[in-house]
């Protein structure tokens, strides 16, 4: 399985700060996603890439920017971030399209 | 556009007992992977158990089987011989097989059942 580490764990900001959550994964799986988890709604994706090259937008990508640094590094951005945006972030990576994805730990953002 | 329903928010066995949890999807497409994640209070989400849509065998692991309807668009999953371990929000998703336009194949969520286990 992959080894799909989120980085930080647990985050506390405020209002309008600059974040960003980052993920890797050891395993050179080349599709990775990033999603949120709010309460009663599920996991929905905000964005997904195929490869360095292939970005592409989730059901709820508005104030939030991706990085593929590398095949293994996916990172996510909050610009200015709003209480709204509180929730748990979970990055994931697949080996092709009709692989399971395998999640990280997930990062608790909380925006005060 | 596709969507998974899960009807049950909460639901609870009693420890040894069989439970099932309840899933629905809505698609036009003929071909796609249904998917069980398992999310415990640690928060890790954990791949119970996968169904291809062309395979009519139901797909088991362990103590964990699901009843594929497709026809009525059902995906259960029958957890024997429940365990304290049980104890999470179950997740139900949905993948087309197709890269096309929007959806280039990505998971779809229910909204999660909690399954509560009692000793």
């Known amino acids: 399985d992959a080894d799909v580490t989120q980085t930080p764990r647990n985050r506390i900001t405020k209002t309008g700060k600059r974040i960003m959550l980052e993920c890797s994964q050891t395993?050179?799986?080349?599709?990775m996603y990033w999603y949120r988890q709010d309460p009663g709604l599920g996991l929905r994706l905000i964005y997904y890439?195929?490869?360095?090259?292939?970005?592409n937008k989730g059901e709820i990508s508005d104030g939030y920017s991706v990085s593929r640094q590398a095949q293994a590094k996916f990172s996510l951005s909050l610009e200015s971030a709003i209480p709204n945006q509180t929730a748990l972030y979970f990055c994931?990576?697949?080996?092709?399209?009709?692989?399971?994805?395998?999640f990280g730990d997930g990062t608790r953002l909380s925006i005060l | 556009a596709q969507t998974v329903t899960q009807s049950q928010p909460e639901m609870s066995v009693q420890e040894a007992e069989t439970v099932t949890l309840s899933c629905t999807y809505d698609?036009?497409?003929?071909?796609?992977?249904l998917f069980w994640y398992k999310q415990p209070p640690s928060r890790q989400m954990i791949l119970v158990i996968r169904?291809?849509?062309?395979?009519?065998q139901n797909a088991t692991e362990n103590r964990f089987s699901v009843n594929f309807q497709k026809a009525a668009k059902s995906f259960s999953l029958k957890i024997s011989d429940s365990q304290l371990g049980d104890a999470a929000m179950y997740f139900c998703?949905?993948?087309?097989?197709?890269?096309?336009?929007?959806?280039?194949?990505?998971?779809?969520f229910g909204k999660g059942t909690k399954l509560s286990v009692k000793p």
């Open positions: 994931a990576t697949a080996t092709g399209d009709n692989q399971p994805q395998h």
């Open positions: 698609t036009s497409e003929s071909d796609y992977y």
């Open positions: 998703a949905y993948r087309s097989a197709y890269r096309y336009g929007g959806s280039q194949g990505n998971l779809i």
């Open positions: 169904q291809e849509a062309y395979k009519q």
């Open positions: 890439s195929f490869d360095v090259k292939d970005i």
């Open positions: 395993k050179g799986h080349d599709r």
